[in-house]
């Protein structure tokens, strides 16, 4: 095990690097200033090798490096900002990095060069999940099985083997029964759920790992999670948890691939209905065929006539957005990760883009007085100096775009509404997107200090 260091001033991705760190098992340290950087680094601290993001919002990452390199500790260093052979060797040459990684990168990449520099052979990669324990961690279970007692992620997995469907997991919010805080949700009573006999002995169930908790809402939110997961270009889960409601969000290589949620209503049964794609004649119909032929409800629509397979695509990505869509006016409760990435051979391949998602999300969930109260008229936005997103990866309309070039730093947003051709409401959910997807940002400006202008180009 290594004791590592993270300097990263993007609070959510520095989250995310030092909890799949832990999961590696290593003691990880995340901190978001150089200064706190420095007051780490004495006597009673001792890291075996450290991360540093050259773009710091205080000192120079530099300055780090060079303190890390008097105490004899090797660091990787990273950068949004400064890209190109020129920087990498700067950084290795000049001011001692071990290694040089251009963001976005590869976390498992800069985890195994951290390993390296810390000189320590590379942790096992965690088990997968196999298709029960996916189904585990994804089924809303109920006493009495309704028409669509499955859930529905992307993956459109339904009926589970019945001592699963008939356990009482945390994710069911209708439970009245004592829950131990041992464990984070929603595994706390998972000694449960493994207590039942397994129908089909022959498949040795694996341990569901615990989950690492990153931290509190109130402090970010839930696009600003996207957007870490994106710049990592990682492969796991990602927890949101507000007080009984509990919603899971599955990464592959950055991009969402499906999401679940402990609400009936957001089952994809359910969700059918309300979308009037099917009756509540056709689900108990669908229900009890799935039940009698062991099958998933989405595959039981797909036999019976009544979805087509682009039918049953098009759905998964409408509740996949709306899953996550509900949490964006999140302020209250919890995030967690996992590195697990779930195998399943039947998934519908989906692979939602964050930047799509975010600005779609804000425009369709926003109300205007919500919009009005982000969006106050004397703010100022600035381009973000290392976006997680470039130019080419946002999704813009002309005047959009022409709002984003507006929003220089020179003008208040009630400057900007004056300017574009679009609503209020339009403009408003714009800027407030391009905010939360890390592309534009509110700072504050010193005497003498020169604003970067950069859009990742």
Known sequence: MARLLIVEDNQELASLIATVAQTRGHDALAVFTGESALESLGPASRFDAALVDLLLPDIR??????????HGIPAIAVSGVYKGDRFAQEAIKVHGAC??????????????????????????QSELLDEVDLLVLEELVQEEPTPDAAPAPAADAEPVAPDIAATDLDMNADTDAPVSEALPLPFARRDAVWAEPVPAPERRRRQLPEWSLGGDLKHTRVPRLLNAYYEARHHGELKLRQGTVLKVVYFEAGRVVYAASNLAPERFGRFCVRKGALTEAQLTEAATYAREHSLRTGDALLKRGLLSPSQRRRLLEEQVKEILWSTFSWVEGGYGFSPMRPQRADLVPLSLF????ILEGVTRTETLVALRQSMAPGRRLFPSAAPPYGLHEL????PQAMLLTFADGTKTVEDLLALTDLSEREALATLRGLELLGVLEERQETPGRRQRISFGL
């Open 395 to 398: 999704k813009l309309t002309g």
């Open 61 to 70: 990452g530099s300055e780090v490096l060079g303190a890390l390199r008097a």
């Open 354 to 357: 964050p930047s799509d998602l």
């Open 99 to 124: 290694a040089f990684f251009e963001k976005p990168f590869e976390l498992d990449a800069v985890l195994n060069a951290l390993e390296e520099a810390a000189g320590v052979p590379p942790a096992p």
